[in-house]
């Protein structure tokens, strides 16, 4: 049973270029969350998606970012004209149930992608 | 709302002896607690996790961590440091009905020969 997959493990922008990044949740893991994590600091939370429904987009900004998790296919963080303070790595889980359905609240982290903007 | 606060930025450990990483937690309700590592350039792997269970909780690796609810505590340790444990680890809260969880700043951990 494979793992969270994310790709690319690496990513390379210039400034006002756009990033997307992708991730394969765990088979039969049908939620996907997305975790930043600055240098120096800890994974922040950013947003929680199922098949088709975003739940909570409370720690995305405002701005820029945003994530799609479709019907078929991986789930895809897309960030629109990178700046330099976007440059983190990203982090992708996923899980079978939540805890707000009373299920397992585990979650299962991919490799991460590390976006480096110029 | 819940936070995790790591007592300690970096651990040096001899290989051999005893590892011990400190954890403190907030929370409003029931937390769940992780612990998981990050080696260089790699994912996040699951040490062990705490759901309001046994409070001696035992992981991967021979790590162990015991919950202390009245010192709002879940220090992370192993008897007998190896050389394969140096890494970061991230202690993780979550509410027991949240899915959102909250990452202490971690720990870097590097074990001398």
């Known amino acids: 049973n494979a793992g969270v997959m994310q790709n690319p493990r690496h990513l390379v922008r210039r400034r006002g270029q756009e990033a997307r990044l992708r991730c394969s949740p765990m088979?039969?893991?049908?939620?996907v969350y997305w975790y930043r994590q600055l240098p120096e600091e800890g994974l922040k939370f950013m947003v929680y998606l199922q098949k088709e429904n975003i739940i909570d987009e409370s720690g995305m900004p405002k701005e820029r970012f945003s994530a799609e998790f479709p019907k078929e296919g991986p789930s895809i963080l897309r960030i629109q004209q990178v700046v330099r303070g976007d440059s983190a790595a990203y982090f992708c889980?996923?899980?079978?149930?939540?805890?707000?359905?009373?299920?397992?609240?585990?979650?299962?982290f991919g490799p991460g992608t590390r976006l480096l903007v110029l | 709302a819940q936070s995790v606060t790591q007592l300690d930025s970096h651990v040096s450990v001899s290989e051999g002896t005893p590892v011990l990483l400190r954890c403190n937690y907030s929370?409003?309700?029931?937390?769940?607690l992780f612990w998981y590592v990050q080696h260089p350039n790699k994912g996040l792997q699951l040490l062990l996790k705490y759901t309001s269970a046994a409070t001696l909780v035992k992981g991967i690796n021979g790590f162990e961590a015991e919950f202390k609810k009245s010192e709002t505590s879940f220090h992370l340790t192993k008897p007998s440091a190896h050389m394969s444990d140096a890494a970061e680890y991230f202690c993780v809260v979550s509410d027991t009905r949240d899915y959102k969880l909250s990452f202490g700043a971690g720990t870097t951990v590097t074990v001398r020969a």
């Open positions: 929370s409003s309700y029931s937390p769940s």
């Open positions: 889980a996923s899980s079978p149930t939540t805890p707000t359905s009373g299920g397992e609240e585990t979650q299962y």
């Open positions: 088979k039969g893991h049908s939620h």
